[in-house]
């Protein structure tokens, strides 16, 4: 069973930055996707930025040019660099963990509020 942990939320002004951590319980290998979502109050669940095994990512198009995903040399963190915050990104933030042959894992979720 892995546990991820998200940390770094919190109440940022328009055009500042923030960064969200996912910590897994564990090193991951193999092949896997870590998404980032996000859900803001009476919306659905969307997917704001993807990084895979091989390193390769993506991003949902509001967001690209200001976000940006990586992770740790061991594997066990992956982070999101949000940069130039705009209202419109306030949402509950999740990762996920998609481990080909293992499963499917969600992150608690932590709170982004950009709010001038």
């Known amino acids: 069973q892995v546990q991820l942990v998200e940390s770094g939320g919190g109440l940022v002004q328009p055009g500042g930055s923030l960064r969200l951590s996912c910590a897994a319980s564990?090193?991951?290998?193999?092949?896997?996707?870590m998404n980032w979502y996000r859900q803001a109050p009476g919306k659905q669940r969307e997917l704001v930025a993807t990084?895979?095994?091989?390193?390769?990512?993506n991003y949902e198009d509001s967001v690209k040019g200001r976000f940006t995903v990586s992770r740790d040399s061991a594997k066990t963190t992956v982070y999101l660099q949000m940069n130039s915050l705009k209202p419109e990104d306030t949402a509950v933030y999740y990762c996920?963990?998609?481990?080909?042959?293992?499963?499917?894992?969600w992150g608690q979720g932590t709170q982004v509020t950009v709010s001038g």
């Open positions: 564990g090193s991951i290998s193999g092949i896997y996707v």
């Open positions: 990084i895979n095994s091989g390193g390769s990512t």
């Open positions: 996920r963990l998609s481990w080909i042959g293992v499963g499917d894992y």
